[in-house]
């Protein structure tokens, strides 16, 4: 099965367009989003005018088969996570610079609905999507890990539900990063065979900032993932 992985789109409609027809060109049997459709912030980016929330979430409520949430589109939602007893002392992303995404009754009541994670069975195994890492399974707390140790709920939390391959978004890498039991590493766009079990992908961002914007194709027949600029 070949499957498109998106993230992090924070109201980019036109970097979205051109990575979604990207991915169409290369082929794909599912389209996975792992949130964040929503969140422009003044200091981060500088396409307002032609930011459009509503316009990305009609295209990906048209073109993917799975749609996580992510922190900000909880936010926009006017929602908080369930707080887990490990991150009940930990500081929450206050989005105070978010600008107002101008969503619609309805598109916030859909937002509301959309999962944490979504895990999808393949004939050769099961994988899980979430927006961040367990138990911060939205992102909406704040800290970003970079020590194989850091993912150890997490891996922990794919063996519970019986994955041996996980994809996040979140993060915002120049390329991707992959993490396993025995490491944690950033590469730039490149193609790779994913052998490590249990492995975690941590997808390119689809906003554009810093010339990173991206996303990934999975052949879960050969474990080949490529990462795409």
Known sequence: MRLAIISDIHEDFESLKKVITKADDHGYDKLICLGDISGYSHPYYSYDKERNASACLSLIREKCDIILA???????????????????????????????????????????????????????????????????????????????????????FMKEHNCS??????????????????GYRHYRFRNMLISANPSLVGVPPVVRNNDQSGFCIFDSDSMKLQVLK
Do not use: C
């Not at 589109?73 to 206050?94: N, R, V």
């Not at 391959?165 to 025995?182: D, Q």
């Open 70 to 156: 992510g922190n900000h589109d909880l936010h926009a939602a006017g929602l908080s996570p369930d707080i887990p007893d490990e991150l009940e002392s930990e500081e929450t992303w206050q989005h105070d610079l978010d600008l107002d995404p101008g969503y619609t009754k309805s598109e916030i009541n859909f937002l509301g609905t959309l999962p944490n994670k979504a895990i999808l069975t393949t004939p050769e195994l099961n994988i899980l999507f979430t927006h961040y890492v367990y138990p911060n399974l939205s992102g909406f707390f704040k800290g970003f890990y970079s020590q194989e140790r850091h993912f150890d709920p997490h891996f922990a």
């Open 165 to 182: 391959l996980g994809f996040m978004g979140h993060v915002h890498p120049n390329g991707f990063y992959l993490a396993h039991l025995n």
